[in-house]
Nanobody, 124 residues
Framework: QVQLVESGGGLVQAGGSLRLSCVVS????????MGWFRQAPGKEREFVAA????????RYVDSVKGRFTISRDDAANTVFLQMNSLKPEDTAVYHC?????????????????WGQGTQVIVSS
């Protein structure tokens, strides 16, 4: 049974930082690419960042480039999202997901297992 559990969300003031974690169980973590997505109230889920199974390549949505960093620790079966210089428009539920496909896709359909999400609220 594959499980993804996110943590690290919370309430932070604009300009602050948070570090999200996602622990994966039930599959060989190092065999899969990972992605982070977010969904704000009343909006569709959107791609935020992705990292390849090797960890050597990453991809970001333009709105977070230079502020967010995705990384992975295969020994801990964990993917991270370091979020700096947070803005109110970053407020959303953040979800991690696994992908069996090669590459750094932003399409939701490329991802097969999802976590329940962690809430991030950025106050102005």
């Amino acid at each position: 049974q594959v499980q993804l559990v996110e943590s690290g969300g919370g309430l932070v003031q604009a300009g602050g930082s948070l570090r999200l974690s996602c622990v994966v169980s039930g599959r060989t973590f190092s065999h899969y690419g990972m992605g982070w997505f977010r969904q704000a109230p009343g909006k569709e889920r959107e791609f935020v960042a992705a990292i390849t199974r090797s960890g050597t390549s990453t991809r970001y949505v333009d709105s977070v480039k230079g502020r967010f960093t995705i990384s992975r620790d295969d020994a801990a079966n964990t993917v991270f999202l370091q979020m700096n210089s947070l803005k109110p428009e970053d407020t959303a539920v953040y979800h991690c997901a696994t992908s069996s496909l090669y590459g750094l896709g932003s399409d939701i359909s490329r991802y097969d297992y999802w976590g329940q999400g962690t809430q991030v609220i950025v106050s102005s």
